[in-house]
Structures are given as C-alpha cells and as structure tokens.
Nanobody
Framework: QVQLVESGGGLVQAGGSLRLSCAASGRIFSINVMGWYRQAPGKQRELVASLTSGGITNYADSVKGRFTISRDNAKNTVNLQMDSLKPEDTAVYYC????????????????WGQGTQVTVSS
C-alpha cells in the first residue's frame, strides 16, 4: 500500500544539473528517514544522501558540496538537487523511505522506488 514514485532523471552533460523528486503515498503513519541511493553497472548500491524527520542529513563523500537533499514533510516528498554533475555520477538512482505504516505498531519498514536513470556525458 506504500508507493514511492521518482521523477527527474535523464541525460545531462558534465557540469550540468538535474533535480530528482520522490513522492511517498499510501498508508503512512510517519516517516523516519528518506533518502537516495544509486547503483552503477557492476557496482554495489550505495547511499547518496539521506534526511531524517528531524532534519539530519548524511551525504556520500563523493557528492558533498555538489548535491543537496531536501524534503517537504507535509507532502511526504524528498528531492535531490544535483549540480556540477560528473560522468562518475551515472547510475540508477533509487528513492528510499524508512517508515511506520500504522499507529498500532512501532515497526519500521523500508520501501523503494522503481529507480530512475541518470546519465552524465563527458
């Protein structure tokens, strides 16, 4: 019943910018953390950036100073502004939400979007 929908991926030249958005919908009581992961061919999925409900951010060293994660708690959305893109940023980007679905349980569950392709040409 929880769905994450990503948008904003595409093809961009090195040095350009993209803005990814992710909207969570369905039965959601509260969201603990929302974030972005990416996976390049032949690589492990890695954390790009995350943002807790309390406003704490975490960035991969490779994107610090270039990417900015933000949120709109009222809309259950998270955004990733990507500037100064490099070919090394090419990957499938996945939205992730760690959330509680009901007031009747304290269980936190992870949900994932379908992924959106980001390709940066040199």
């Amino acid at each position: 019943q929880v769905q994450l929908v990503e948008s904003g991926g595409g093809l961009v030249q090195a040095g350009g910018s993209l803005r990814l958005s992710c909207a969570a919908s369905g039965r959601i009581f509260s969201i603990n953390v929302m974030g972005w992961y990416r996976q390049a061919p032949g690589k492990q999925r890695e954390l790009v950036a995350s943002l807790t409900s309390g406003g704490i951010t975490n960035y991969a060293d490779s994107v610090k100073g270039r990417f900015t994660i933000s949120r709109d708690n009222a809309k259950n959305t998270v955004n990733l502004q990507m500037d100064s893109l490099k070919p090394e940023d090419t990957a499938v980007y996945y939205c992730n939400a760690n959330l509680r679905t009901t007031v009747f349980t304290t269980r936190l569950l992870d949900y994932w979007g379908q992924g959106t392709q980001v390709t940066v040409s040199s």
